[in-house]
């Protein structure tokens, strides 16, 4: 598997991974699928030397993708944070996908001038929570029914891992 920086010529997958996650309600907050162009500005206000989008590539193909998030919108007394969003293709979840990007954002992000990592799963998504507690996150909060999906109220869990606290 091959990990790179995402280009803009990779958002129409990007955005088709995602919007395959919508349907199962356990990944993505969406309840309709988005556009590549609703996601442009999204995507870039990434850079690879802050807060990329990395691709994950088997044979060429992109199978899943990362994104680093500023965090508590982008001000500056967070700006050693970042919050991670993962998803992974439909018929390559389960098969390591998921850990090597997360294993590979907690190895780089130092070179990224990022401390801590932040992530928001729903709590009725055991296999990322599971996959967040492997490499080493902690339940760092817990809100209960701020989320709705088809009328069922849903709670956020808040996972954190604490990599330096100097750079």
Excluded at 1 to 15: C, F, G
Excluded at 35 to 55: G, I, L
Excluded at 131 to 159: A, C, S
Aim: aromatic share 10%; with cysteine; glycine share 10%.
């Amino acid at each position: 598997m091959n990990l790179r920086d995402a280009t803009e010529s990779d958002l129409p997958v990007i955005v088709e991974i995602y919007n395959a996650s919508i349907p199962g309600r356990i990944a993505a907050g969406d309840v309709q699928p988005v556009t590549v162009e609703s996601r442009q500005a999204w995507f870039r206000e990434h850079t690879p030397d802050s807060r990329p989008v990395w691709v994950a590539e088997i044979d060429g193909v992109i199978v899943g993708w990362l994104s680093f998030q500023p965090f508590c919108y982008n001000r500056p007394a967070y700006r050693y944070t970042a919050e991670l969003s993962i998803y992974i293709s439909v018929n390559h979840r389960g098969c390591g996908v998921g850990g090597k990007l997360l294993k590979a954002a907690i190895d780089k992000s130092p070179a990224l001038g990022i401390k801590t990592l932040i992530g928001y799963i729903f709590a009725h998504n055991q296999p990322s929570l599971r996959l967040f507690e492997k490499m080493g996150f902690q339940q760092w909060g817990y809100l209960p029914g701020v989320g709705e999906l088809d009328g069922i109220e849903r709670n956020l869990v808040i996972m954190g891992l604490r990599l330096s606290s100097t750079l």
